[in-house]
């Protein structure tokens, strides 16, 4: 369990004394105590699931590419380096990103296994895609590679 997991990275980050992993960790599990506290409100008294954990972490991450852009913009190098470290502990628990040429066989796969023909066929492409590739796949990539092929 992705819970599970990350506990034992804090544990082990307190261990080796890594601050930066250690706030990461804390931040990462001060989210899902959030969304635990809100799912309970809807009668979910579990906690939310890996997938949302994921969904989650995948969200942080987002958010660290963003803010390491505006940081290099504004010559603030120092706190950019420091999101980056943020980032690299956050996607360590994120499974493996497809590069580009992964990216453009996985869209040419579904594009066959789908019969897309046209520009119309989008949302039955971008739904396997999704399906098949959660998590694994940039999806705004992967939508201008299947658009370059169906146009």
Known sequence: MLRTRLNEALKNAMRHRD???????????????????????????????????????????????????????????????RERQEQAVIRSFLPEQLDENQTREAVNEVLSDVGAESIKDMGKVMAELRARYAGRIDFGKASAVAKQHLS
Not at 53 to 66: T, V
């Open 19 to 81: 601050a930066c992993a250690v706030s990461t960790l804390r931040l990462i599990l001060a989210a899902i105590k959030d969304r635990d506290i809100a799912a309970r409100t809807s009668g979910n008294t579990d906690g939310i699931t890996d997938g949302e954990i994921m969904d989650l972490l995948h969200k942080m991450a987002a958010q660290r590419e963003e803010s390491i852009a505006f940081y290099e913009q504004g010559g603030r190098i120092e706190q950019a380096e």
